[in-house]
């Protein structure tokens, strides 16, 4: 599967600001879908997650002012964060995992910069 993420942007504290990663080339439903961030000197960490079932998982850092949600018909999942911080700041990846006989698979997208500016 490839991914494509895109929305990122220099935002203010305080402001929101909508991810939206475009998935193709195999049956999109069948993934559960997350985002990721690294900043400058951490490790990649999950923000948030969605199963193909539509069970989602949010990080606490952003659980109560963001949404993760996917569109099985246009192959999406996007990730909508309200009330920005400077700590968001990062490079947001998107996610495909699967789970088969052989073990899970993962894909991942090129990443989109966020900046939230204080």
């Known amino acids: 599967v490839q991914l494509q993420a895109s929305g990122g942007g220099l935002v203010q504290t305080g402001g929101s600001l909508t991810l939206s990663c475009a998935a193709s080339g195999s049956v999109f439903s069948k993934f559960a879908m997350g985002w990721y961030r690294q900043a400058p000197g951490n490790q990649r960490e999950l923000v948030a997650s969605i199963t193909s079932g539509g069970a989602t998982n949010y990080a606490d850092s952003v659980k109560g002012r963001s949404v993760i949600a996917r569109d099985n018909v246009k192959n999406t999942v996007s990730l909508q964060i309200n009330s920005l911080k400077p700590e968001d700041t990062a490079v947001y990846y998107c996610?495909?995992?699967?789970?088969?006989?052989?073990?899970?698979?993962?894909?991942w997208g090129q990443g989109t910069l966020v900046t939230v500016s204080s």
């Open positions: 996610n495909a995992a699967i789970s088969t006989d052989l073990g899970r698979t993962n894909y």
